[in-house]
């Protein structure tokens, strides 16, 4: 009996349909999409044996190795993971790499015990296909907006307001300058292009005619945004959130000193604020020769002497100073100077009441 196989992979995304993967962790690891668990049929020294025995002595040689490795407790501890996925999430779906023999035995053994499940035909590789082919065919679908704005004018913050908004620095795990690396590491390329897909064509799909998104360069860190892609959002139209100085400073100390100093202390316990520290100062090395040597000695002093008045008496204003010489003589000449260079592409601009109102606008 032929078991059911499944390839509309749009209403697997729109739907958010959750995904068991069945490939070994090396494979998860370097891609995998959002909704998607990994549960291995073999792990990765298992995978290993059988693909030597395969180019060795054949498929018949390698499915038969494969069998005896995984057996006895090994397999039913394996399939009871997977049936305990199920039994959570009663619509999940199974995958291997093409759809081929790992997944045809996972779908066969679930059938065997009680759990039938469907499978992807064509398995990661023709749903990674499909997401890629819908990044690359933007063109036309969707108006793009871009939000401009001075380092620390809180373009993130309204991002997160507007139902029609894409947050590519979230979806990058990076905010995307010299100090944008956050203490979650950054995705693979691969997983970056899927999250971006899913969040793009569940968009699309609630009748959004405008998107908006932060304006950004095609890389974010590590990761970059597909070429076809990115000259879609070349060709939006800009709008500027303008922010006095003083709010800008106190958005810049409530994300990249309060709530990362928070999260560093999660992570690391006692060690928290000396890795956070850590980090900071190598952000400064990281840009020591566009400061200049003196203005570098200087903000790097500020910013130990904020430190030293923190582990006073935990007062975190002098993180002000630091914050402000990094906004007023680094960040904002370099945008000024874009901005100059991109004016004919402004279509509006005025601080967040006025902004917010403009863009949504967009929403009708």
């Given at each position: 009996m032929a078991l059911p196989l499944y390839d509309n992979f749009k209403e697997l995304v729109l739907k958010r349909t959750p995904l068991i993967d069945?490939?070994?962790p090396i494979e998860f690891a370097k891609g995998a999409f959002p909704t998607a668990v990994n549960l291995p049929l073999m792990d990765n020294r298992e995978r290993e044996l059988v693909g030597i025995r395969y180019k060795n002595n054949g498929n018949a040689a390698a499915v038969e190795l494969g069998h005896q490795l995984v057996s006895g407790?090994?397999?039913?501890?394996?399939?009871?993971?997977?049936?305990?996925?199920?039994d959570v999430h009663p619509d999940a779906m199974l995958y291997c790499f093409r759809g081929g023999q790992?997944?045809?035995?996972?779908?066969?053994?679930?059938?065997?015990r009680g759990y039938p499940i469907v499978r992807l035909k064509g398995g990661y590789k023709a749903f990674r296909g499909f997401l890629l082919e819908q990044l690359e065919s933007m063109q036309g679908r969707f108006n793009p907006i871009l939000l401009g704005g001075r380092t620390g004018s809180g373009k993130t913050l309204l991002l997160h307001e507007l139902a029609n908004s894409i947050d590519l620095e979230g979806l990058a795990k990076h905010r995307g300058s010299s100090f944008g690396a956050t203490i979650e590491p950054q995705p693979t390329q691969i997983n970056f292009e899927n999250s971006l897909a899913f969040d793009l064509l569940q968009k699309l799909e609630k009748g959004y005619h405008s998107l908006v998104f932060e304006d950004e360069g095609r890389h974010i860190?590590?990761?970059?945004?597909?070429?076809?892609?990115?000259?879609?959002?070349?060709?939006?139209?800009?709008?500027?959130?303008?922010?006095?100085l003083e709010e800008r400073i106190e958005i810049t100390l409530q994300e990249y000193v309060i709530e990362a100093q928070n999260k560093y202390k999660e992570s690391f316990k006692e060690r928290g604020l000396d890795e956070w520290k850590h980090t900071i100062q190598a952000s400064l090395e990281r840009i020591r020769k566009r400061l200049g040597l003196q203005r570098y000695m200087q903000i790097s002093a500020l910013f130990e002497q904020a430190c030293q008045e923190q582990g006073r008496n935990g007062s975190l204003q002098r993180h002000k100073e630091w914050i402000e010489?990094?906004?007023?003589e680094?960040?904002?000449?370099?945008?000024d100077y874009q901005l100059r260079r991109r004016a004919q592409d402004i279509s509006f601009r005025g601080d967040k009441k006025a902004v917010k109102e403009y863009l949504l606008e967009s929403l009708t």
């Amino acid at each position: 009996m032929a078991l059911p196989l499944y390839d509309n992979f749009k209403e697997l995304v729109l739907k958010r349909t959750p995904l068991i993967d069945v490939r070994a962790p090396i494979e998860f690891a370097k891609g995998a999409f959002p909704t998607a668990v990994n549960l291995p049929l073999m792990d990765n020294r298992e995978r290993e044996l059988v693909g030597i025995r395969y180019k060795n002595n054949g498929n018949a040689a390698a499915v038969e190795l494969g069998h005896q490795l995984v057996s006895g407790k090994i397999r039913e501890a394996r399939i009871q993971a997977w049936c305990d996925f199920i039994d959570v999430h009663p619509d999940a779906m199974l995958y291997c790499f093409r759809g081929g023999q790992r997944s045809q035995i996972a779908q066969q053994w679930l059938h065997d015990r009680g759990y039938p499940i469907v499978r992807l035909k064509g398995g990661y590789k023709a749903f990674r296909g499909f997401l890629l082919e819908q990044l690359e065919s933007m063109q036309g679908r969707f108006n793009p907006i871009l939000l401009g704005g001075r380092t620390g004018s809180g373009k993130t913050l309204l991002l997160h307001e507007l139902a029609n908004s894409i947050d590519l620095e979230g979806l990058a795990k990076h905010r995307g300058s010299s100090f944008g690396a956050t203490i979650e590491p950054q995705p693979t390329q691969i997983n970056f292009e899927n999250s971006l897909a899913f969040d793009l064509l569940q968009k699309l799909e609630k009748g959004y005619h405008s998107l908006v998104f932060e304006d950004e360069g095609r890389h974010i860190g590590r990761v970059h945004l597909p070429l076809k892609f990115f000259q879609v959002l070349l060709h939006g139209e800009l709008v500027v959130l303008e922010t006095a100085l003083e709010e800008r400073i106190e958005i810049t100390l409530q994300e990249y000193v309060i709530e990362a100093q928070n999260k560093y202390k999660e992570s690391f316990k006692e060690r928290g604020l000396d890795e956070w520290k850590h980090t900071i100062q190598a952000s400064l090395e990281r840009i020591r020769k566009r400061l200049g040597l003196q203005r570098y000695m200087q903000i790097s002093a500020l910013f130990e002497q904020a430190c030293q008045e923190q582990g006073r008496n935990g007062s975190l204003q002098r993180h002000k100073e630091w914050i402000e010489r990094l906004l007023r003589e680094y960040y904002d000449p370099m945008y000024d100077y874009q901005l100059r260079r991109r004016a004919q592409d402004i279509s509006f601009r005025g601080d967040k009441k006025a902004v917010k109102e403009y863009l949504l606008e967009s929403l009708t």
